[in-house]
């Protein structure tokens, strides 16, 4: 076995507004927690896309119930767009910000965002279409 990235996590000061967020930006489906484990926490098992597309699924979880993750130090990912100029505006309208934009040659345009919990991620139109 590889030392592949599997999964994500967020963390989320108000479940049901950092779930609106990322549904209504890049179309994430979230189902509640469920299991023995579960019972411990608040969570969210997220799912990115359909199963013949390459990518990782993740869990959005209660930062006052877990505050031993995506505190000061986090994991930053990127997630792959078709258009950044409309990505950037849905982030926007959902409650999130662009703290940064630029361009490489190489590998197409870049911004970095922040959701509606201050969590900063990557969004990422590749021209190598």
Same mark, same amino acid.
């Given at each position: 076995m590889g030392n592949r990235v599997t999964? /994500? @996590?967020? =963390? $989320? @000061?108000? =479940?049901?507004? $950092? !779930? !609106? /967020?990322?549904?209504s930006v890049f179309g994430w489906e979230f189902e509640k927690w469920a299991g023995k484990e579960a019972d411990d926490m608040t969570g969210w098992m997220i799912k990115t896309g359909s199963e013949a597309e390459p990518g990782i699924e993740g869990v959005l979880l209660l930062r006052s119930e877990n505050p031993k993750t995506g505190q000061e130090k986090a994991f930053f990912c990127t997630i792959s767009v078709a258009d950044l100029d409309a990505t950037i505006k849905k982030i926007e309208q959902a409650g999130g910000k662009i703290l940064d934009k630029m361009e490489s040659e190489d590998m197409g345009r870049f911004a970095s965002a922040e959701d509606s919990e201050g969590n900063k991620f990557g969004i990422m139109e590749s021209n190598k279409k």
């Open positions: 999964s /994500f @996590e967020i =963390g $989320a @000061e108000d =479940g049901p507004r $950092a !779930k !609106k /967020f990322y549904q």
